[in-house]
């Protein structure tokens, strides 16, 4: 045999990914008319969003841990974050509220990456804004920022009130040192108890005798967002802790010189999937 007879042809090759793209679309197709029967199910049980982010985390772990080859993780993952949420929207038609004070471009990068083009984009300045917005939906989504913003209030008590909205998600999923959108957002929703994960609780603050010492303690056991609230020395915290018990923290802040007000849960997400970091989070080759 000749190699001109080993080596396939350009058209051969062009031929191998035909048949690769429409197998791709035939199977994009087929999973819509398992949504289509999905939808049916589903809808019997709640109302509202189809967002369910605890399965939706543990697909985009499945997706991180089965991925290998050429291909840059960041495209596989942007793909099937495109692919979801777009299944999530003609499940229920929702829209995504954006806090934009964290700066416009990180955000909507963060919202496109993570929802795509399909589910409209509506920009707020201010969270509160958001959470209003949400409130004020059937099934709608908002993005906030997860780190503190100067100049930002403690948005999170307008989670505090039984049917207000909760955190459901935090963003990205997988978190690695360089993710094209890596800005660490909250995803608030309706509350959605029967798919809500719970790896990770949080929970709106108020302390007297909020300080130095108080904060570095906390810092040991829970992330904490801190702005003061009141005269002198009060502080209103979002705290985010491992599991759903926030009694550790509350000992913490006591044991520091703080006395706790209020301790109120404002919902839950999955842990993040921290790939190619250790527990720090220090990237590793
Ligand atoms: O599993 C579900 O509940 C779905 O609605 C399907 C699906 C998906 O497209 O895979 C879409 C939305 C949910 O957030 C999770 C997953």
């Given at each position: 045999m000749t190699d001109a007879a080993k080596t396939p042809s350009l058209a051969d090759l062009r031929a191998e990914i035909d048949r690769i793209d429409e197998t791709m679309h035939r199977l994009l197709m087929e999973r819509s008319e398992i949504i289509d029967r999905l939808v049916q199910v589903k809808r019997t049980q709640t109302e509202?969003?189809?967002?369910?982010p605890a399965r939706e985390a543990s697909m985009m772990r499945s997706l991180v841990e089965r991925h290998h080859g050429l291909l840059p993780l960041d495209t596989v993952e942007s793909i099937w974050r495109v692919i979801i949420a777009t299944f999530t929207y003609v499940q229920a038609p929702y829209s995504v509220h954006a806090d934009?004070?964290?700066?416009e471009p990180l955000m909507r990068d963060s919202a496109r990456f993570h929802f795509g083009f399909t589910a409209p984009f509506v920009p707020h300045m201010g969270a509160r804004a958001v959470v209003e917005a949400v409130a004020a939906s059937r099934g709608d989504l908002g993005l906030l920022p997860a780190a503190m913003v100067p100049?930002?209030?403690?948005?999170?008590?307008?989670?505090?009130?039984?049917t207000a909205p909760k955190i459901i998600a935090r963003l990205p999923f997988v978190e690695r040192?360089?993710?094209?959108?890596?800005?660490p957002v909250f995803v608030v929703s309706h509350p959605i108890a029967d798919a809500a994960v719970t790896e990770v609780s949080t929970f709106s603050v108020r302390v007297a005798g909020w300080s130095a010492r108080a904060a570095a303690a906390v810092a040991t056991h829970a992330e904490v967002l801190a702005v003061a609230d009141g005269a002198l020395d009060g502080a209103a915290l979002l705290v985010s802790v491992r599991g759903t018990d926030g009694g550790t923290v509350q000992d913490v802040l006591r044991q520091s010189g703080a006395s706790v007000r209020s301790f109120i849960p404002v919902g839950s997400h999955a842990a993040p999937y921290r790939f190619g970091m250790d527990s720090a989070g220090i990237a590793r080759p």
């Open positions: 509202g969003s189809a967002f369910r934009l004070s964290v700066g100049g930002s209030d403690a948005w999170w008590t307008a989670l505090e009130g039984v040192a360089d993710h094209p959108a890596g800005l």
